[in-house]
């Protein structure tokens, strides 16, 4: 019997904790021990996710006025707490297979993650704020607790899809309707299991209700508009059939004129493309 988000994640082998790489990347850059050259190591074990990482250091996604030939030195230039984050967003991607495709369109899926996260990483960039590369990776993990609920419960994520439609409402608050919970809960429950960051849990299970953020409401609202902004400009599609509407006091806490949103859909056009194809 299901009674709350954590009901999901119990004898779920599949995403019970995140690649070993990035677990060992993650605890080395906690560790004011280790050396660039240690983390560089432990990325370079793994060819897939190093040759990952140096196209997108090398993409439009960062427009470095040179060339980056090796991890050590996107590490020197990037920095280590922002390579970590790029990992954990590529890593997340690899671990959720076999959904039934009639549930969701899993290329449209992290289509529409990837869009939030430039949109987000855009944004924190306007305002200012340190390690953009958090907000790339709160935008692909903002709508990840869909998918554990399209694995796990499969019928009534079906159904809450089904009412959506029927009733012309968002997918989130059908999901409370039809579950008792939606994956913004599920999302939380998940970040908690992976151990992540209390900054990644608060966003992730907020970012359709940015009022209730306590400890990161600018984080959170900076989520929130940029999963508005994705939706609205037809970036993919996580099941939702609707533009969400914007927190009017979410936009106010970014303290950003309106002037900034044609420059960061500029960017968004220019960025998108090429990050999709360099991460799916």
Do not use: C
Not at 60 to 86: E, H, K, N, Y
Not at 215 to 236: K, N, Q, Y
């Amino acid at each position: 019997m299901i009674t709350g988000p954590n009901d999901l994640l119990k004898g779920y082998v599949e995403v019970a904790s995140l690649p070993t790489v990035f677990a060992r990347i993650n605890e080395a850059v906690n560790n004011p021990r280790s050396s660039m050259h240690e983390i560089g190591r432990i990325i370079s074990e793994d060819a897939g996710l190093t040759a990952r990482l140096l196209m997108l250091v090398n993409s439009a996604f960062f427009s470095l006025p040179q060339r980056i030939d090796s991890i050590t030195q996107a590490i020197t230039i990037v920095g280590t707490q922002q390579l970590r984050d790029l990992a954990l967003a590529t890593s997340v991607i690899k671990l959720f297979k076999g959904i039934p495709s009639d549930l969701v369109d899993m290329e449209r899926f992290w289509k529409h993650s990837i869009g939030v996260g430039i949109a987000a990483r855009t944004l924190a960039a306007y305002r200012r704020e340190p390690n953009v590369e958090r907000f790339f990776v709160s935008g692909i993990l903002h709508d990840i607790g869909r998918l554990v609920m399209y694995m796990k419960i499969p019928d009534l994520s079906r159904t809450a899809l089904v009412r959506t439609r029927e009733n012309n409402e968002l997918l989130h608050v059908a999901e409370e309707q039809v579950i008792g919970f939606d994956h913004a809960a599920v999302g939380r429950a998940l970040m908690q299991n992976w151990r992540l960051s209390v900054y990644q849990e608060e966003v992730v299970a907020f970012h359709h209700r940015p009022e209730l953020a306590g400890r990161f409401p600018v984080e959170t609202a900076i989520v929130h508009t940029a999963d508005i902004l994705a939706h609205s400009m037809g970036l993919g599609s996580s099941g939702e059939q609707f533009v969400p509407p914007l927190d009017a006091a979410a936009w106010e806490r970014l303290e950003l004129p309106v002037s900034v949103l044609a420059p960061t859909l500029d960017q968004i056009d220019r960025q998108y493309a090429e990050a999709v194809k360099l991460i799916l």
